[in-house]
Nanobody, 127 residues
Framework: QVQLVESGGGLVQAGGSLRLSCAAS????????MAWFRQASGKEREFVAA????????YYADSMTGRFTISRDNAKNTFYLRLNSLEPEDTAVYYC????????????????????WGQGTQVTVSS
């Protein structure tokens, strides 16, 4: 089992920045992929970014590249999502997720491939 707890959401003006945190605990997650998804009201949950815990390699949804940055702090068992140049369209509940990876398997990008989820944190961007 892996437990995930998000923090860092809030209300921000367009053009502003936020840093979301996801604290992980439980079983060893050195073989995990850690990811961020978001879900706007009335829309499906979508992939934002992922990071391999062991290698630190990062992956982004095409539309998120450049404004968002995923990172991790091994010592704190925490990974982050930095959101820059926020737009009202970025308003959503942001979820962190984790999944143990089999060797040679690529980092997943779909909701159904992740087993462990945080409770979500609301990000609201005002215009």
């Amino acid at each position: 089992q892996v437990q995930l707890v998000e923090s860092g959401g809030g209300l921000v003006q367009a053009g502003g920045s936020l840093r979301l945190s996801c604290a992980a605990s439980g079983r060893t997650f050195s073989s995990c992929a850690m990811a961020w998804f978001r879900q706007a009201s009335g829309k499906e949950r979508e992939f934002v970014a992922a990071i391999s815990w062991s290698s630190g390699r990062t992956y982004y949804a095409d539309s998120m590249t450049g404004r968002f940055t995923i990172s991790r702090d091994n010592a704190k068992n925490t990974f982050y999502l930095r959101l820059n140049s926020l737009e009202p369209e970025d308003t959503a509940v942001y979820y962190c997720a984790a999944q143990h990876l089999s060797p040679m398997k690529p980092v997943p990008r779909s909701v159904r491939e992740y087993t462990y989820w945080g409770q979500g944190t609301q990000v609201t961007v005002s215009s």
